[in-house]
């Protein structure tokens, strides 16, 4: 090997190690609530173009209440594509933060973070569309992007699935489809599936009323610590019991 390329490539690793260990040491700095070491340690490479050290700088200027620098450095990183700066941005247009509140702003970089592989932006796409923030309230919307996340294992999003389904929260009621998306969320061992589960069995509403199955997930949910008294007293659920 030519020894002008390997005096350069060792250089450039050294470089690359030193840059991978800065940022690091920024991370942990700021683990550590010490802002002012992140600072230091995250500035030179945010003002380098780093994405990574963008989004901390826009962290910590926001927890510092410096809105204007947090948009800043936020906006920087969001546009070199970091999903969790976008994910920040949608939050801030959202919530009229640092920004003046604007729904189709913080759908546009909620989008943004989505299609680059965040879970929460989905789920918060779905929540827009189900709570009519400004947007024209649309279930069929929020369905796709709850089940977007909802198929990648999100145990909220296949929660959400089951109570639009249940309740017909802008669709039409849908018990097989209520079932199917509280049973996936339950396996997480969350206790409010598990109820849902027992109330969807005790209501008969939207599926046929098994009132054994809805002891048993009653059951369950009390094991979770979800308080079943009154659902349990309703339909003289002891006698299923065993």
């Not at 690793?13 to 802002?35: M, P, Q, R």
């Not at 546009?79 to 247009?93: I, K, N, P, R, V």
């Not at 827009?128 to 909802?150: H, L, Q, R, S, V």
């Amino acid at each position: 090997m030519d020894k002008h390329f390997l005096s350069l490539f060792l250089t450039l690793l050294v470089s690359i190690n030193s840059f991978a260990a800065s940022i690091d040491d920024g991370i942990a700095a700021y683990d550590e609530e010490n802002f002012k070491q992140a600072i230091q340690i995250f500035l030179p490479l945010a003002n380098k173009g780093n994405a990574i050290a963008q989004l901390y700088m826009g962290t910590i200027k926001y927890e510092e209440k410096d809105y204007k620098a947090a948009l800043t450095w936020l906006r920087k990183s969001a546009e070199q594509g970091l999903a969790d700066a976008q994910l920040e941005m949608g939050f801030l247009y959202k919530n009229g933060e640092a920004v003046k509140m604007n729904a189709k702003s913080a759908l546009y970089w909620y989008k943004k973070a989505a299609e680059n592989g965040s879970l929460d932006a989905q789920i918060e796409i779905a929540s827009m569309y189900i709570d009519g923030i400004a947007i024209k309230p649309d279930g069929n919307k929020a369905i796709e992007w709850f089940t977007k996340a909802a198929k990648q294992g999100d145990d909220f999003a296949q929660y959400s699935l089951g109570e639009i389904y249940a309740r017909g929260i802008l669709v039409p009621q849908d018990g097989k489809k209520a079932l199917y998306w509280y049973k996936k969320a339950a396996i997480h061992g969350d206790s409010m599936p598990l109820y849902a589960l027992a109330e969807l069995y005790c209501n008969g509403t939207a599926i046929k009323q098994d009132l054994k199955k809805c002891a048993a997930w009653a059951k369950k949910a009390k094991e979770a610590d979800y308080d079943v008294t009154e659902l349990w007293d309703k339909f003289r659920l002891s006698k299923y019991e065993n």
